[in-house]
């Protein structure tokens, strides 16, 4: 019986991720995590530290960590690495000027020896505010070029576009994210 129990903890705990989110200031962290949880989304304030919460999302417990994006605080981000299984990288689509300051930070973060074997989702956020639709395929393709995702080889990514103001493709994104994680560990 001692067996048996100890198995259905394992099995329990084989269903719960812990998801790093990060991206810079503003660009809608944690209005992305108060979608998911169905809270309004039309106060939100900068978070200053990080803030844990969590989703039950198809039978799994998704821990997100949301940690502050602001330029005094992206030296403490290495503090939340360890056992982190998906990274969330959330980028505001209506800052391209702040696109090379992604790319410094994201790359920052790639060399770090305990995310390896973490996916990596890329969130372009604030889709619901670009008017000409055919833009987005070209910024997810600028993105994909910039951040030099095809050189990745240690791992999984996406990009995806979202908007955490209306959902918008917010579940796509938290369902590749559980689908990546059965796979690398092999759970039906």
């Known amino acids: 019986m001692g ?4 198995i259905r903890k394992q099995k329990l705990k084989d269903k719960e ?8 200031d503003n660009s809608g962290k944690t209005t992305i995590v108060k979608s998911l949880l169905g809270q309004d989304v039309k106060q ?5 530290g990080f803030n844990i919460e969590t989703v039950d999302y198809h039978d799994y417990i998704i821990n997100i960590w949301d940690v502050g994006g602001q330029s005094s605080l992206r030296p403490f981000w ?3 690495f360890e056992k982190t299984d ?5 980028i505001d689509s209506l800052s391209l000027e702040r696109l090379q300051e992604n790319f410094i930070e994201f790359k920052k973060i790639l060399i ?13 956020n604030k889709i619901d ?24 080889k240690n791992h999984n990514w996406k990009v995806l576009p979202v908007s955490a103001f209306t959902g918008e493709n ?8 559980v689908d990546e994680y059965k796979s690398r560990m092999n759970i039906i």
Request: aromatic content about 8%; charged content about 15%.
């Open 112 to 124: 770090e020896d305990r995310l390896i074997g973490s996916n990596f989702l890329i969130l372009l």
């Open 44 to 48: 939100v304030s900068p978070t200053m």
């Open 17 to 24: 991720l812990r998801v790093l989110m990060l991206g810079l």
């Open 78 to 80: 290495f503090n939340y």
């Open 129 to 152: 505010l670009i008017e000409d639709k055919a833009k987005i395929q070209q910024l997810i393709t600028k993105i994909i070029n910039l951040l030099q995702l095809e050189e990745i």
């Open 170 to 177: 917010l579940h796509n994104g938290i369902d590749w994210i």
């Open 86 to 90: 998906s990274l969330i990288w959330v």
């Open 3 to 6: 067996l048996i129990s100890i």
